[in-house]
């Protein structure tokens, strides 16, 4: 750790200090939710935050970024902050007071809290520019829930904003249940998974209930290529290094005694390595060909690849790790056992620039972290209080990132 106890302290305090005003601005932003890649209302949200703070911001071409470089007194090497900022499609029943004016979208994965808080990184450290050897590129990215934005944010350069690749990447997501209230989370390695998903279309012939014989029946067929998946995931891969995959949709025919032409399945698979990662769609196309071929049907599978695994580096972790407990103390930082299953497209910058992913717990103050409403459910609610957290340990990461040169 570059940073001394009292810089730790002066964030800290500073980072309280703008609190309501912080939360003021993610109240806005909650208001005002948008889906997937055009968001001018929260652009625009985003801008007039930005505006005081003399940044170099530019807006993206064909999406709803923002993407604002700090550069500090002196010269020096680059790191960047990232925050999403879309929102869901799910109708809010949360009862908040500044709950969504959008009909059927929500903040309900907390993206809202993500984009307030990285203003509030932006603000602590643009009052600590003349301490600063090196620029800080701030990423405000669109689409998180698809169809995703930081690929397309890498083309358009942002990685190279500050005009040398930078060094350092970090980012962190809130929890509206399982941790309290500001307890940060992270592990080295694997943090996240990679997330695919499958359509499985069985061909087979139409006809009568009363006589299957004539018919190719594709719906017990597509019923054993379910269970043949699930041996597939205990039986091709380590145990330790796992696939899950979940059948979410079935469909086929149209009554009860009509024999469908076709049955399909739609599915999402999780891995937790990238060698596991590109290793299952043959696999699985496999299985579902050899299923079909044994009762004389075909398939047509599309395997479409999703995100890939988030992966935290070693040394950015211990970085966290020692910036989170200074900070807070010793009982702010979780060492998280296991990977989350869920994924996140911040993976594409992991894949380019070291650096670490973190999870921040954010349930609101009464509620029980287990049986509080997780993220993307419609009573989903997050407590503003994480914000006093977010952006300090975000801003710590990268004053501490430059300080090491």
Not at 136 to 164: S, Y
Request: some cysteine; hydrophobic content about 45%.
């Amino acid at each position: 750790m570059y940073l001394h106890p009292d810089d730790l302290s002066a964030l800290r305090s500073d980072a309280q200090a703008q609190l309501p005003e912080v939360a003021a601005l993610r109240h806005a932003l909650h208001r005002v939710p948008e889906l997937g890649l055009d968001l001018p209302r929260t652009q625009q949200l985003v801008l007039d935050a930005l505006a005081p703070l003399g940044l170099e911001v530019t807006t993206g071409e064909s999406m709803s970024s923002v993407t604002a470089v700090l550069r500090g007194d002196r010269p020096g090497p680059a790191v960047l902050l990232r925050g999403d900022m879309d929102a869901l499609p799910v109708t809010e029943d949360s009862d908040e007071p500044f709950a969504s004016e959008h009909a059927g979208v929500m903040h309900a994965c907390g993206h809202d809290l993500h984009t307030a808080g990285l203003v509030g990184a932006a603000r602590l450290l643009a009052a600590r520019r003349d301490r600063i050897a090196g620029s800080v590129v701030f990423m405000f990215q669109p689409g998180e829930e698809g169809p995703g934005g930081a690929e397309p944010m890498i083309e358009d350069g942002v990685l190279d904003a500050a005009g040398d690749r930078v060094v350092g990447a970090y980012g962190l997501h809130v929890m509206s249940a399982v941790l309290p209230t500001g307890l940060v989370a992270g592990r080295s390695g694997t943090m996240l998974a990679a997330a695919d998903s499958v359509r499985v279309t069985v061909h087979g012939k139409g006809g009568h209930g009363s006589m299957p014989q004539l018919a190719q029946d594709p719906v017990p067929v597509a019923a054993e290529i379910v269970l043949a998946l699930q041996a597939m995931v205990t039986r091709q891969f380590d145990v330790f290094d796992p696939v899950v995959v979940t059948v979410g949709r079935i469909a086929a025919g149209t009554a009860d005694n009509v024999i469908g032409s076709s049955a399909v399945l739609e599915a999402t698979v999780r891995t937790f390595s990238e060698e596991v990662h590109h290793r299952v769609p043959e696999r699985l196309r496999r299985v579902c060909e050899g299923v079909a071929a044994a009762h004389g049907l075909t398939v047509t599978v599309d395997y479409r690849p999703g995100y890939p695994v988030t992966v935290n580096r070693p040394e950015e972790t211990d970085r966290a790790r020692e910036l989170t407990t200074g900070l807070f103390g010793e009982r702010s930082w979780y060492e998280a056992p296991q990977p989350i299953a869920g994924a996140e497209d911040f993976s594409y910058v992991l894949e380019q620039v070291p650096g670490v992913y973190l999870g921040l717990g954010a349930t609101i103050a009464g509620a029980d972290p287990m049986t509080a409403a997780y993220n993307h459910s419609p009573q989903a609610r997050f407590a503003d209080e994480a914000l006093a957290v977010g952006p300090a340990v975000l801003a710590a990461l990268a004053l501490d990132r430059l300080a090491q040169g």
